[in-house]
């Protein structure tokens, strides 16, 4: 077994295993960190895949922000006092059914297909070819993109505070 | 390939061993320093001028007994201090420390992981950083320490915007994300005498980004995750023995990183204005870069330490309004500017 | 090396796990991290195709992704933190005021 494959298997296993404690953890918070350990796999498979800025990008978006913001979360609607918080769980035979039909499905499709593949691609770095794509093709979506996270982030602050009209009155 | 991984390895252990050192040198520098301003004599006692200080404070953190607080979360508390250092320790990998050497015939890169996306790399990891202290706060099952950590989460979340908007600056000043790329632009000069250093160039970044990273690192005037008076010791209250020296170790490391990374976006990291004009060779030339580098990290360093004894600590509303209001707009400014200034000389 | 499949069949893995936890789980926070899960799987085979087909498009998509899931994050915090505010919790299941 080669180096890469050898790297391949450890992260997959991590990204997966991480991914199962976020599920059926009891523990809100064990499940939060393993949400890092996922985020962190599934960088790491970003960088066999040779892109290097999209995994920088997950780390830096994922890890750094959107977790950092759900721990937050788990801090301000739970008991942080008390170390042990557990949640429960509903549904769970329609649910077995529900998704064991939907992996099924997406294993069977992805393995059906004849994937049109280009062989052994090796990239030097993808920043410039994302750039260019964004700047000249994608312009539109980009921007809308922007307005979308102006958007998101007023609507944020507001939901977030407490008295909106005390917030206005300073 | 086993040459490589080889150099590779060298590379390592030198940097950690140098860059360890220098963690509990710092400490050492930190004491007698705020003795200086303070007026007192600082450690004086071990060795001479106390210079073996360092040694005797490891040895007797390594002996003390640890505590863990009885309703703490032990596997987490544990983890908390090795995050801490270990990010502060990695985001180093990727800081080049010289141009290159020449030894024993092989052309050596001096730079840990020369990668494409250097500063990006260094953003990440300054974000991570988040982790250690919040996971110890939470873990420790103390109020002080919670409220240390939720300040310190809240404070590096808004600091890490201006820091990274104020790095787009040089970014686009460079048109590159590796730091090699970032130093070797700031080897120029502007108008033919005043060395093209960052800091020249970009001045509203360069303040944005010192301050920031004095808010990442949190240092004095920012200090509030652990405000003496007001949370016993913040977020390494419930710590003890070897686990509160990690935090230790860690605060110093992430200066002296902090600094080593304003050395290199700018303040034209190992490169020496003016040497190039006179005729030194080649591993003169590398030998010089090293010790540039290192004599401008040690100046921000001790400009950082100097800081935090003389101006006082940031109410926390202070804080945050500096954070949003003055520092998020100047650095959008800077992005602004600079590319009106690069659309002109186009 | 690593045939294309297998980062596909990963990635379904990922998503199925995702999916069983918003289905199962009761706690609006942990349904949250499925979904952040979920996306993150989608992101997987962005990639994966971007580097096997050599078109720097997905991983273009994959910026999309994230900016969205950013804007998600901010968004339904909010939600969930103003929920607890006035119900006192973030269980989904007794969050039933819509329900007669």
Not at chain 1, 141 to 146: I, L, N, R, T, Y
Not at chain 2, 154 to 159: E, G, T
């Amino acid at each position: 077994m080669d180096l890469y494959a050898f790297f391949f298997y450890f992260f997959a296993v991590l990204t997966v295993g991480s991914a199962f404690v976020v599920v059926f953890s009891r523990n809100i918070i064990y499940s939060a960190f393993a949400l890092m350990f996922t985020f962190f796999g599934v960088a790491a498979l970003y960088v066999l895949l040779y892109a290097d800025f999209v995994a920088v990008t997950q780390l830096l978006v994922y890890v750094g922000g959107i977790l950092v913001l759900i721990i937050f979360g788990v801090m301000l609607t739970t008991k942080v006092f008390s170390v042990e918080m557990k949640t429960g769980t509903l549904n769970l035979l329609p649910a077995t059914l529900f998704t064991a039909i939907i992996a099924g499905m997406l294993i069977f499709v992805f393995s059906a297909t004849d994937w049109n593949v280009v062989p052994d691609q090796e990239w030097d770095t993808t920043v410039y070819g994302i750039g260019a794509l964004l700047v000249n093709e994608f312009i539109l979506p980009m921007q809308v993109a922007g307005v979308l996270l102006l958007v998101a982030m007023i609507g944020a602050v507001m939901m977030a505070a407490r008295d909106w009209t005390k917030l206005k009155s300073k | 390939m086993i040459e490589t991984l080889l150099i590779a390895f060298i590379k390592i252990v030198i940097v950690l061993l140098v860059l360890l050192t220098a963690v509990a040198y710092s400490v050492y520098a930190e004491r007698r320093i705020s003795a200086f301003i303070q007026d007192r004599l600082g450690p004086n006692r071990v060795g001479p001028f106390g210079l073996l200080q360092p040694i005797a404070d490891v040895v007797k953190l390594v002996f003390k007994e640890a505590i863990v607080p009885r309703n703490a979360n032990k596997p987490l508390h544990d983890l908390a201090p090795v995050i801490s250092l270990t990010v502060a320790l990695a985001t180093f990998a990727v800081i080049p420390f010289g141009n290159t050497i020449t030894l024993f015939g092989e052309e050596v890169k001096l730079i840990i992981a020369d990668v494409n996306i250097g500063v990006l790399y260094i953003l990440a990891f300054s974000s991570i950083s988040v982790y250690g202290i919040a996971l110890a706060g939470w873990s420790s099952n103390n109020k002080y320490s919670l409220m240390g950590s939720l300040r310190s989460s809240a404070q590096m979340v808004s600091y890490e915007l201006s820091l990274g908007l104020a790095v787009v600056g040089v970014i686009m000043v460079t048109g590159s994300l590796r730091l090699d790329q970032v130093v070797m632009n700031q080897t120029n000069y502007l108008f033919g005498v005043l060395p093209a250093w960052n800091c020249f160039v970009q001045p509203i970044g360069f303040i944005t980004f010192v301050v920031a990273a004095f808010a990442e690192t949190n240092r004095q005037p920012f200090d509030l995750p652990e405000a003496e008076p007001e949370l016993v010791g913040g977020f390494h209250t419930e710590y003890t023995g070897l686990k509160f020296g990690l935090f230790f170790l860690a605060e110093y490391a992430h200066m002296i990183v902090a600094s080593a990374i304003i050395t290199t976006l700018y303040l034209g990291g190992w490169h020496l204005p003016y040497i190039d004009m006179i005729d030194v060779s080649p591993m003169l030339m590398s030998i010089i870069g090293i010790l540039t580098f290192v004599i401008k990290v040690t100046l921000v360093l001790l400009f950082m330490i100097v800081i935090r004894w003389t101006i006082p600590r940031f109410r926390y509303d202070q804080l945050m309004g500096l954070g949003w209001k003055v520092m998020f707009p100047m650095a959008l400014l800077n992005i602004f500017i600079t590319g009106l200034i690069l659309l002109l000389l186009q | 090396m690593i045939p294309l499949n297998f980062y596909l069949v990963l990635s379904a893995l990922l998503f199925t796990i995702g999916v069983v936890g918003v289905l199962t789980r009761r706690n609006a926070i942990i349904v949250f991290m499925s979904i952040e899960l979920m996306l993150n799987s989608v992101n997987l085979t962005l990639v994966a195709f971007s580097s096997f087909l050599g078109d720097a498009t997905g991983q273009m998509l994959v910026f999309f992704v994230i900016t969205i899931a950013a804007a998600e994050a901010a968004i339904g915090l909010a939600i969930i933190i103003a929920l607890f505010r006035n119900k006192q919790t973030v269980n989904i299941d007794e969050i039933n005021l819509l329900k007669w």
